[in-house]
T-cell receptor, first 111, second 114 residues
Framework: LAKTTQPISMDSYEGQEVNITCSHN???????ITWYQQFPSQGPRFIIQ???TKVTNEVASLFIPADRKSSTLSLPRVSLSDTAVYYC????????????FGAGTRLAVHP | EAQVTQNPRYLITVTGKKLTVTCSQN?????MSWYRQDPGLGLRQIYY???????DKGDVPEGYKVSRKEKRNFPLILESPSPNQTSLYFC?????????????FGDGTRLSIL
């Protein structure tokens, strides 16, 4: 399984763009990169997933360079409600859908 | 509305008293799993199920049982709960067990074992 490294915490202000980078140097050929968001006392919520280049949905963008050893989650114009923990996950184990959660990045958005 | 529903949301009980946490999904998902979340340890998988009548251990299965008799339900059973099982529990499901399938999580069950 590819180990991921991401910042423990980040601070931002309303209206700013936030970029959270995740390192995954040992990513395997078949691994996807997936990001989840978790609010206090709620279950993680899927945000976005990608394999290479750029993926965009209504919530975020995911940038993956050609070597796939890192990825960047971009949240445009954050609001207070984006305050949460963001998890970067890479890879699956044994052919089944097992998620390995690290410590995540705690994002605090300030007024 | 597509969702994963867990019950109860909160439970305080005593050591040794059997309890069951129910999990139900309405998305016709094949794959379901249980996680526990503890401060400093993140989310860890307890058990998972690839389909009806197919279950297997995750990373921390000791002290837990599961069953999958119907596709939509995946209860977590603590036969003889102990204080070290005090935790926040999440049930999750995905369309299949294939690579990269996004998982849908319930809102969690906070268990306190005294």
């Amino acid at each position: 399984l590819a180990k991921t490294t991401q910042p423990i915490s980040m601070d931002s202000y309303e209206g700013q763009e936030v970029n959270i980078t995740c390192s995954h140097n040992n990513i395997a050929t078949n691994d996807y990169i997936t990001w989840y968001q978790q609010f206090p006392s709620q279950g993680p919520r899927f945000i976005i997933q990608g394999y290479k280049t750029k993926v965009t949905n209504e919530v975020a963008s995911l940038f993956i360079p050609a070597d796939r050893k890192s990825s960047t989650l971009s949240l445009p114009r954050v609001s207070l409600s984006d305050t949460a923990v963001y998890y970067c996950l890479v890879g699956v184990s044994g052919g089944y859908n097992k998620l390995i959660f690290g410590a995540g990045t705690r994002l605090a958005v300030h007024p | 509305e597509a969702q994963v529903t867990q019950n109860p949301r909160y439970l305080i009980t005593v050591t040794g008293k059997k309890l069951t946490v129910t999990c139900s999904q309405n998305m016709n998902h094949e794959y379901m799993s249980w996680y526990r979340q503890d401060p400093g340890l993140g989310l860890r998988q307890i058990y998972y199920s690839m389909n009806v009548e197919v279950t297997d251990k995750g990373d921390v299965p000791e002290g837990y049982k599961v069953s999958r008799k119907e596709k939509r339900n995946f209860p977590l059973i603590l036969e003889s709960p102990s204080p070290n099982q005090t935790s926040l529990y999440f049930c999750a499901s995905s369309l299949s067990a294939g690579l990269g399938q996004p998982q849908h999580f319930g809102d969690g069950t906070r268990l306190s074992i005294l």
